[in-house]
């Protein structure tokens, strides 16, 4: 049995205020109803500056809701950068630790090391420096 093969979907989302299709539909919607309503040119000027507060105030609230819209945004990136900026501070400290403790480590064992070749050092002086009186108190016996 065949399959169909169905085309992809494609799916678009859009993120936005909507404050762009608000405008033009608050333009559109005056420019009509000024078109369409039969009214003297004094309730035309009274209705124009009724629909111009109530555009400005809506403009006004959507920049509200944009501002904090942004703001929230900003405070949430923020705290993900400090976020990330403690994390590095821990494992640098971390790391910063771990090379202490290796020098210290080093230096012990460098410490040590010293000591061992110091005391080798002095024991075979202290050898050679016998060995020649041996050598001395042989050939007298000898003789």
Sequence with gaps: MAREREAPEVVVVERGSGLGAFLWGALLGAG???????????????????KGREFMDAAS??????RE????GYE??????EEGL??????????????RDVVDAS???????REELERRLTEA????????????EDEAESD
Aim: positive net charge; proline residues 3%.
């Design 32 to 50: 009509v109803a000024l078109l369409l309503a039969p009214r003297s040119g004094t309730e035309t000027r009274r209705l124009l500056r009724a």
């Design 61 to 66: 609230e959507k920049a509200d809701e944009l």
């Design 69 to 72: 819209l942004v703001s929230e």
């Design 76 to 81: 949430r990136s923020k705290a993900r950068v």
């Design 86 to 99: 403690e994390s590095a501070r821990r494992a640098v400290d971390d790391r910063r630790e771990v090379a």
């Design 107 to 113: 230096r012990a064992a460098a410490h040590s090391a």
């Design 125 to 136: 002086r202290a050898a050679r420096a016998r060995a020649p009186r041996r050598a001395t």
